[in-house]
């Protein structure tokens, strides 16, 4: 099959154009710096010319959220203006697990949810992939909630997944049918999020110290225990903390 990935030069997108080619697959890896632009429209139509599949994995470069807003409005309206032109019989997306309930309070998830409105309403058949939050994200979190010595962070659970797997989960839904509907995917271990970073902070010799605090916000949002983690039915990866950091001191940067 042609397949577009939308975002095909970004952390996830990279990882999955790769696996499509292995699998046998003419992917194609679509994004600004390849010229092929979601907000403007430039290069759309060309590089979806004779695609069975779009893989929409990009992302907003600013996290403001006006600017977050307007990324996923304006890309998904021009995504599936050119989509529909084109005939595309799936398109998959990475979402993120718990976006309807973040949604009230975090601008990005606004984002989400606008993104998502916009798959279910284009009348082609689709796969939302909903995933918890990378491992490769778990510095920003810890950014997020730094104080001088400590990191404060909300009690809630998290349940952290690999790019790795991630990558995995999208290329094989990608080469599935459509499921019209969301699936969620998530790592193979569940803990709080003072955890979680605190062994990030430990395993990487960073001296401050996570500590919880119910009423510390998670980009914007207050969290309840569960508001990040999926249900029961999702896709669970195998790389776990150890493994994943393991494998980012053996490559180097
Ligand atoms: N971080 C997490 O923990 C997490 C968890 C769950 C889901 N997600 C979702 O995962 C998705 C991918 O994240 P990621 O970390 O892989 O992203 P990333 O590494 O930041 O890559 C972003 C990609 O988007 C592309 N892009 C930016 N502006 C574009 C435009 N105007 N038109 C077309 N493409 C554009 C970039 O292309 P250039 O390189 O050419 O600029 C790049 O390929 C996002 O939708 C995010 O919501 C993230």
């Not at 271990?189 to 500590?211: H, I, N």
């Not at 914007?220 to 029961?232: M, Q, R, Y």
Request: proline fraction near 4%.
């Amino acid at each position: 099959m042609k397949i577009v990935v939308i975002g095909g030069s970004g952390l996830i997108g990279g990882k999955v154009v790769n696996h499509l080619r292995a699998r046998g697959h003419e992917a194609i890896a679509a994004s600004p710096s390849s010229g092929v632009n979601t907000l403007t429209g430039e290069g759309l139509a060309e590089a979806l010319k004779g695609a069975q599949v779009v893989v929409d994995v990009a992302n907003s470069p600013s996290f403001e959220d006006k600017a977050v807003l307007e990324f996923f409005e304006t890309s998904g309206r021009n995504l599936f203006a050119a989509e529909v032109q084109a005939g595309i019989a799936h398109h998959v997306a990475l979402s993120v697990v718990g976006t309807d309930r973040l949604a009230q309070q975090s601008g990005y998830f606004r984002g989400k949810v606008a993104q998502e409105k916009l798959i279910r309403e284009s009348g082609v058949p689709y796969t939302i992939v909903q995933s918890t939050q990378f491992f490769e994200f778990v510095s920003a979190i810890a950014h997020s909630g730094a104080e001088g010595d400590t990191v404060r962070l909300s009690p809630a659970y998290i349940q952290p997944i690999a790019s790795d797997d991630v990558a995995l989960a999208v290329t094989d839904y990608a080469l599935g049918a459509p499921l019209n509907g969301v699936v969620e995917i998530a790592g193979p271990q569940r803990m709080r999020l003072a955890e979680l970073v605190q062994r990030y902070l430990a395993s990487t010799g960073d001296p401050r110290k996570a500590v919880e605090d119910a009423h510390a916000r998670y980009f914007g949002a207050e969290l309840h225990d569960d508001t990040l983690v999926p249900g029961a039915n999702a896709r669970v990866g195998v790389v776990d903390f150890d493994a994943w950091f393991s494998q980012q001191r053996a490559v180097p940067r």
